[in-house]
């Protein structure tokens, strides 16, 4: 908490309608350091003189400052609530890797590295949705918390990218296997899928490394406005309208007509001013491009191939229209996440809430489609076109 004074001059004027005081306040918050701003205050109410005698006509008193933060953190039920389901999620993750792991090994033929790689990044993506600062642990300091932010934002991104470039290369897959058997002249390589994650996930560490050394994720303090007091009563003038310079020391804000302040009754001439804080990257725009644009290209080059699959083109199994399916499943939540997050910007604890929401339902939803297939969907193809290549030597698939 903040302490100092400023000394007010101000002088009573009855010519306007309603009680008006003007003040010009000049403080010095350093040696050396000295500001001037002037505010204007329009007074519904009478105003009660502390001292003796009718409100001065001029005059000058020394007022204190008070600086006070508002930090609004996560409620401790809240985080509690968002950790139960990413636990959830996590453990029925683990349960489906183990049930791949146990497949694997009585299946020689099954290679299940791209539902790992999958699995394995919704399992960041579960963990990312608890860290952050809340009232479970309100010692946290702003450094602390800023690598907290940090850690949610990569492993979050991350993830993200994995999972989705998994699979938007699943689905070109089968698109290319359905021209492939259309044209039976073709050969096609899957290791072309394992390029596409790489590429993928390199571009995002680029991104991610660019805004952590141009765009750092810093503390932004905000004024909420300020509280004063004019008598000792601990009663104030209900102020209806306040306006005026900006910078410490100014009014700020609308004040409601009933509300009234209470003060220290030793100290009746009393300015509390409040301010809350945030983490950011900026405000500008490049920050939320160097986040978004990777992972639009990839749903945008994934939302294509799914239509082309799910119209029903040759060679496509139930599992590869799973794929599809799991791709707009993923492209609706991040619509919804984008808007909610731009709506609810300034706001730490609805942002929160619903941003960890929808990660653990859209990845709960993947998980549970893509556990639900009969096989790994390379696997599945690949023994598809090996019945196909008995009959006939058009294509093969490595």
């Not at 003007?22 to 918050?29: E, I, K, M």
Request: aromatic residues 12%.
């Amino acid at each position: 908490m903040d302490l100092m004074h400023r000394v007010i001059n101000f002088k009573f004027i009855d010519d306007i309608s309603g009680d008006c005081i003007f003040l010009d306040p000049v403080f010095s918050p350093s040696p050396g350091c000295i500001y001037s701003r002037t505010d204007e205050m329009i007074w519904r109410d009478e105003i009660i003189w502390s001292g003796d005698g009718n409100v001065p006509l001029d005059g000058s008193v020394t007022v204190p400052i008070t600086k006070e933060r508002i930090e609004r953190l996560i409620p401790s039920y809240l985080h509690i609530l968002v950790m139960a389901f990413a636990l959830s999620g996590m453990l029925l993750t683990l349960a489906i890797i183990f049930c791949v792991t146990w497949f694997f090994r009585k299946r020689v033929r099954y290679q299940p590295l791209f539902d790992y790689v999958i699995l394995c990044s919704c399992l960041v993506m579960f963990a990312s949705t608890v860290i952050t600062k809340s009232q479970i642990l309100p010692q946290i300091t702003d450094q602390q918390n800023v690598f907290l932010i940090q850690a949610r934002n990569i492993s979050t991104s991350v993830g993200f990218t994995l999972v989705v470039a998994t699979l938007v290369g699943q689905i070109w897959f089968i698109y290319q296997a359905s021209l492939i058997s259309m044209s039976h002249t073709e050969r096609f390589n899957t290791r072309i899928i394992y390029i596409l994650i790489g590429v993928a996930l390199i571009i995002d560490v680029i991104c991610l490394l660019i805004l952590h050394l141009y765009f750092p994720v810093e503390l932004t303090t905000f004024s909420l406005g300020q509280e004063l007091a004019w008598n000792q009563t601990r009663k104030v003038g209900r102020a209806g309208m306040a306006v005026g310079g900006e910078g410490l020391g100014c009014w700020k804000g609308r004040v409601e007509e009933n509300d009234e302040y209470e003060t220290d009754p030793k100290d009746p001439y009393h300015v509390i001013e409040y301010y809350v804080t945030t983490y950011s990257n900026g405000d500008g725009w490049i920050p939320h491009a160097m986040l978004l644009v990777d992972k639009a290209v990839l749903l945008l080059a994934g939302s294509f191939l799914s239509f082309e699959v799910l119209q029903g083109t040759a060679n496509t199994v139930a599992e590869g229209k799973k794929v599809a399916v799991c791709i707009y499943n993923i492209i609706l939540f991040s619509i919804c996440g984008l808007v909610l997050v731009f709506l609810l910007d300034g706001d730490p604890i609805s942002t929160f809430a619903f941003s960890s929401t929808l990660i653990i339902c859209c990845t709960s939803i993947t998980v549970l489609m893509l556990s639900s297939q009969r096989g790994n969907v390379i696997n599945t193809l690949s023994s598809v076109f090996e019945s196909e290549r008995d009959n006939n030597d058009y294509y093969v698939v490595e």
